[in-house]
């Protein structure tokens, strides 16, 4: 298994603000993705984090709204910018091990009022 | 888009009582692994199977897959109440690293 953290937990916020959600995993990793799970949805997968380059943004997910910092193989942040109520969601990261298994931290639950 | 549909959306059974909640998919597969939700936490890793394997087991908990169909099942045997959770498949295709959700069985067992 692994060990992957995230802060916060959970929050609150306003629209039209912007929160920065982080992410530790516990081994250095090539890969490194973030999802968003609507409520009562599946997860869908915002983007993937890369460590020296851009993330690379999935289809219906744009860096202005989601941009996504990879400074070292261990952790990433993930901003959720100019937030709308649309938004509240749990968001996730995860990683991607070489026996390839992918795990999740426990999630950012996030509600925008 | 999801590339996993799952089947049947919801059930309901006795502690006890077998579960098996399926998986399909729609493109070739380097592997699939089943994960559980509680109550809209984060998702634990129950088990991954490869493209090359036909079952798995660990546990309670059994697995199998039949590419020629592109599918896979998931069966908890002698379920406990503590097992009422979300179970989602995921795909990761051949030719690329994403990994890609099924919508998910909600499954209840009653005690």
């Known amino acids: 298994s692994a060990v992957i953290s995230q802060k916060p937990s959970r929050d609150i916020c306003q629209r039209g603000t912007s929160l920065t959600i982080q992410c530790q995993v516990d081994?250095?990793?090539?890969?490194m993705f973030w999802y968003r799970q609507q409520p009562g949805q599946s997860l869908t997968l915002i983007a993937t984090?890369?460590?020296?380059?851009?993330?690379?943004?999935e289809s219906g997910f744009v860096i202005d709204k989601f941009p996504i910092s990879r400074p070292n193989l261990t952790f990433s942040t993930l901003t959720v910018s100019n937030m709308s109520p649309e938004d509240s969601s749990i968001y996730l990261c995860?990683?991607?091990?070489?026996?390839?298994?992918?795990?999740f931290g426990p999630g950012t639950r996030l509600t925008v009022l | 888009s999801q590339q996993g549909e799952e089947d049947p959306q919801a059930l309901s059974i006795q502690e006890g009582e077998n579960a098996t909640m399926n998986c399909s998919y729609k493109?070739?597969?380097?592997?699939l692994q089943w994960y559980r939700q509680n109550s809209g936490r984060g998702l634990v890793h129950l088990i991954l199977?490869?493209?090359?394997?036909r079952e798995k087991h660990s546990g309670r908990l059994r697995v199998t897959l039949d590419t020629s169909k592109k599918s896979s099942s998931l069966l908890i045997t002698a379920s406990r109440a503590a097992d009422t959770a979300s179970y989602f498949c995921?795909?990761?295709?051949?030719?690329?690293?994403?990994?890609?959700f099924g919508e998910g069985t909600q499954l209840t067992v009653n005690p």
């Open positions: 995921a795909t990761r295709e051949t030719s690329g690293s994403r990994l890609t």
């Open positions: 081994s250095q990793v090539t890969m």
């Open positions: 984090a890369n460590q020296g380059s851009e993330a690379t943004y």
């Open positions: 995860s990683d991607y091990k070489l026996s390839g298994e992918q795990f």
């Open positions: 493109t070739s597969i380097n592997n």
């Open positions: 199977i490869r493209s090359n394997e």
